[in-house]
């Protein structure tokens, strides 16, 4: 019964993963870019998040709330600032430019916030617990699974259902003929980066909630949320819950073995994964 | 006064000149066909028109609004829209969705719908929800044809509709030309098919190393006139 119990917690946590993974999943998906600092930005909206709770003592689901329109206006000016200026042919300059956004992101949290570890409190939600069958969940790791598949059947929708969605997929696959459809790629970029900084804030609130959290834990985070794109296929928001979900699992199993392994586990799925699909697990037909 | 015109347009790509100061003009409820040999810069000019290449304000002028230097998405808000060269349709969308993203930027006020596009080109409609680029040649060029006119534009631009397509499809397509024109759009159509575009077309323009060098009605041109003009005059 204890491996039951591993893998439904491993399950949970992989929806965590694919908080994390589904913003980088979006913005690479519509435009083709790598976003180091994604994991920067996650840390970044939890702190916007403990600001809010701290200072207007909400209750962090209503931060959210609040934070979700800031985030989106960071976004948008983000891309339609900065990177919309370095996306092109060439790939490097936009790597370049995020990365360093990750170094600067991670500086001014420390210079505001200090290097101590922090945490969003969540009052009683922290430990609260669900006997589901023969497993107890906790209500935060189930309430993050669910918030995962409620991300991505939201953004599915959006593709799939909206005049927005059809400019997304429309911009990317072809920014010059969707400019003669009357579709400005600038702004639909600009769209796409705040939508996925909403998504940010989501996967901030549980990351904040749940574990502790300091200026400098970014790209460990982004790491993860790499594997989870790269495992499920890139550009594919089911293939990033599959992906996230898969080193979920694999790291509970590892930590179940040895606690060492409970990294290294989730490592070693990914690169297993990788080699026997190369391309991921539901690769995009027309890349 | 033009519906479109264009005054001393000239093309850039990079140190490349494609555009020697062309002069052209399209009068309302004209169909005018471009006719000329490859890289004679018939597809520079729709692409200056159209927006994709951005050149100085005055060079295009629509209504005698110079419109030159906008951006493709704000000429077709304006009203020109582009068949481009290729069909270019967008493979994640479905053939419906293809049709629909033409009327991204439209009020939905006009002639042209997707019961209307479906009513002109019905075997379209049986393949709504096939991916873009699943369907042949000629059902492609239809649905970039219904997607162009899914803003209900005042100019219809159409890059080498014929293009790698059978004779007996090229006929299928223009036959649909007189049904757009009569829902109320002017037309400038490119070809290298000089015949189609003598029978379609009110006036040509011939044009021949960026520049143009022929202009006329079709009964006005001579088969003579027209060769010289295309290919330049024989040693």
Known sequence: MIWVDTIVQGILLGGLYALFAAGLSLVFGIMRLVNLAHGDLIVLAAYL?????????????????????????????????VLNRVLGADILPPLLVTFGLSVVIQNVLQEGFSADSRRIPAGTLETASLPIGPVTVGLMPLLTL??????????????????????????????????????KPQRVFAQATGIAMVVVTIAALYLGTRSNF?????????????????????????????????????????????????????????????????????????? | MALLETHGLTAHYGDFQALFGVDIRLDQGECVAIIGANGAGKSSLLRSLSGVLRQEPGMVLLDGRPIGALPADDIVALGISMVPEGRRLFPSLSVEENLM???????????????????????????????????????????????????????????????????????????????????????????????????????????????????????????????????????
């Open chain 1, 146 to 183: 669910l918030s995962a598949i409620g991300v991505i059947l939201a953004l599915q929708w959006l593709f799939y259902r909206t005049s927005l969605g059809r400019a997304f997929r429309a911009t990317s696959d072809d920014p010059v003929t969707a400019g003669l459809m009357g579709i």
């Open chain 2, 101 to 235: 993203i033409g009327a991204y930027r439209s009020s939905g006020n006009g002639a042209w719908d997707l019961d209307a596009v479906y009513g002109m080109f019905p075997m379209l409609k049986e393949r709504r929800t096939a991916p873009g680029n699943a369907l042949s040649g000629g059902q492609q060029q239809m649905v970039a044809i219904g997607r162009a006119l899914m803003s209900n534009p005042r100019v219809l631009l159409c890059d080498e509709l014929s293009l790698g397509l059978a004779p007996v499809i090229i006929r299928d397509i223009y036959a649909a030309l007189p049904r757009i024109r009569q829902a109320g759009a002017s037309v400038i159509i490119v070809e290298q098919d000089i015949g189609q575009a003598l029978k379609v077309a009110d006036r040509v323009y011939c044009m021949m190393e960026g520049k143009v060098t022929l202009e006329g009605t079709p009964e006005e041109l001579s088969r003579d006139a027209i060769h010289k003009a295309y290919f330049g005059v024989a040693a």
């Open chain 1, 214 to 287: 300091d200026p400098t834990i970014g790209p460990a985070r982004l790491i993860y949320a790499f594997e989870a794109v790269i495992i499920g296929g890139l550009g594919s928001l089911w293939g990033t819950l599959a992906g996230g979900i898969i080193i979920g699992v694999a790291q509970t199993l590892g930590a179940a073995i040895n606690p060492e392994w409970q990294i290294l586990a989730g490592h070693l799925a990914f690169l297993l994964v990788l080699l026997v699909r190369p391309r991921g697990l539901f690769p995009r037909a027309n890349d």
């Open chain 1, 49 to 81: 998040l403990l600001v809010i709770v701290s200072m207007l003592g909400l209750n962090p689901f209503v931060a959210a709330l609040v934070a979700m329109p800031v985030m989106f206006a960071i976004g948008y000016g983000l891309q339609r600032f």
